[in-house]
């Protein structure tokens, strides 16, 4: 009986540290995915990604700011693909082109 015990306890203390591994690790996932790059934007950015940033992990903050920066070099693929997937807006872009001419 006495083991029957030990394996309840032991199998609640189980149950209660996965419940906070989960619970500590889902914020975490959670921001990771909400920094990450979209497959759309890495496929239609990858050759301008290989040719201007990347020093730089794709998925990081650098990797944005490089592209920022290399606005107009980047190909119209990949400027239609991060205006759909909400990184850039289409007037920041419209904008930067006017003040290019």
Same mark, same amino acid.
């Given at each position: ?9 032991? #199998?609640?203390? #189980? ?5 906070? +591994?989960?619970? +500590? ?9 909400? /920094?990450?790059? #979209? ?35 980047? #190909?119209?693929?990949?400027? /239609? ?21």
């Amino acid at each position: 009986m006495s083991a029957q015990i030990h394996a309840k306890v032991f #199998s609640q203390r #189980s149950v209660a540290l996965i419940a906070l +591994t989960i619970a +500590t690790a889902l914020p975490i996932v959670w921001a990771s995915a909400a /920094n990450a790059v #979209s497959l759309r934007v890495k496929l239609a950015c990858s050759r301008d990604y290989y040719a201007l940033c990347s020093q730089y992990a794709s998925d990081s903050p650098e990797v944005r700011q490089c592209m920022r920066a290399a606005g107009e070099k980047l #190909s119209p693929r990949c400027i /239609n693909a991060l205006i759909q997937a909400g990184e850039v807006s289409q007037e920041e872009v419209s904008h930067r082109a006017a003040q290019l001419r």
